[in-house]
């Protein structure tokens, strides 16, 4: 918490929407909802998504409690079956549980936050699911249902985890047989000057498409935002974005220009 906070008093003059999760599962953090509190003190936009898994009825009045005010709860299935193929291990009816116990407890209180956004990733199991999470999403009364293309990591030669209709997919299938993404890649990103990450260990990043903080522009343990942010290394990889962006891989394979 000493550390979140003095990212957030380094960055407040600046920020206004916190985005708390990136690769993990934000509710095993037991500090979650103190976070959220230091930073609406700071009069900052806070959002967070989660799998779903942990929002049991004390979470659920917790997260309401602390100001929260955007949720994303992945729902990737409408039967069991098809959740687990993409949610290994997962449980549908405890997601579905934890839905319901975020909307009964804003009802409870009168409130409309948090926002709660269900995010329903697109596979080929599941995209003839499309109506039925319509439905569930109508009757737990979400505040928005996204349909989310699903990322994956060898397309070139197909994989069954693509949908089949060309809509929800990030990639198309070539009259050569072969698969490519659609987005053109142009040389521009607005997510340079707007979305950056902080991982957990305090490292900068330059968007969530950089999964594993391959391009680390530096650590807020050593160095302050702003210096990472002006640093030669952040402004050389911006020049490259502008100039070669198809030779960045954290890039082939985003949706920023998805047409």
């Not at 600046?14 to 999760?21: G, I, K, N």
């Not at 030669?157 to 050569?176: C, F, H, T, V």
């Not at 987005?183 to 521009?188: G, H």
């Amino acid at each position: 918490m000493e550390d979140f906070r003095k990212m957030i008093d380094d960055l407040s003059p600046h920020l206004a929407y916190l985005t708390l999760y990136f690769q993990g599962e934000p509710f095993l953090n037991k500090h979650f909802a103190d976070m959220v509190r230091y930073a609406k003190k700071q009069r900052i936009y806070v959002a967070t998504s989660t799998n779903g898994h942990f929002l049991d009825e004390e979470t659920a009045k917790s997260v309401i409690r602390c100001g929260l005010d955007r949720l994303i709860i992945s729902i990737d299935g409408t039967n069991q079956e098809t959740y687990e193929k993409y949610r290994r291990g997962g449980n549908l009816e405890t997601v579905k549980q934890g839905i319901r116990n975020i909307t009964d407890e804003k009802k409870r209180l009168r409130v409309n936050h948090p926002f709660l956004e269900l995010q329903f990733l697109v596979t080929r199991f599941n995209e003839g699911q499309a109506e039925a999470i319509k439905s569930f999403a109508k009757e737990v009364k979400a505040d928005k249902l996204t349909f989310k293309s699903a990322q994956v990591y060898s397309f070139e030669e197909g994989n069954p985890m693509i949908p089949l209709a060309e809509k929800y997919s990030r990639y198309r299938q070539m009259p050569g047989g072969q698969w490519q993404i659609k987005n053109k890649l142009p040389n521009r990103c607005h997510r340079l000057w707007h979305a950056p990450v902080i991982t957990w260990d305090a490292k900068v990043v330059p968007c969530c498409f950089d999964k594993d903080a391959v391009y680390i522009m530096g650590n807020l343990q050593e160095k302050s935002f702003r210096e990472i942010w002006k640093s030669p290394e952040y402004r050389a990889f911006r020049k490259k974005v502008f100039s070669e962006r198809k030779e960045i891989n954290i890039c082939t394979n985003c949706t920023e220009g998805l047409r």
